[in-house]
């Protein structure tokens, strides 16, 4: 019985963590896509190639598009 009422809250805490998680990467997301949408390219086809990146590939596009652009700007 107390091993049982010890798992209740860790699977508890566990979908907490991984809700906040998937929240947060999702908004991560969203915030990478508006941002590449505002932003001015030397070439129109980069926002355009920036944008299908960070749609198909999702949080890693993203995390790319963060890391080779946003960073340098």
Do not use: H, S
């Not at 990478?32 to 920036?50: G, L």
């Amino acid at each position: 019985m107390a091993a049982e009422a010890m798992i209740i809250p860790f699977i508890i805490l566990l979908v907490a963590l991984i809700a906040a998680v998937v929240i947060l990467g999702t908004a991560f997301w969203i915030w990478m896509i508006i941002d590449c949408a505002k932003r001015d390219f030397k070439k129109e086809n980069d926002k355009v190639v920036w944008i299908l990146v960070i749609v198909l590939l999702q949080i890693i596009g993203a995390i790319i598009y963060y890391f080779a652009v946003k960073i340098k700007k």
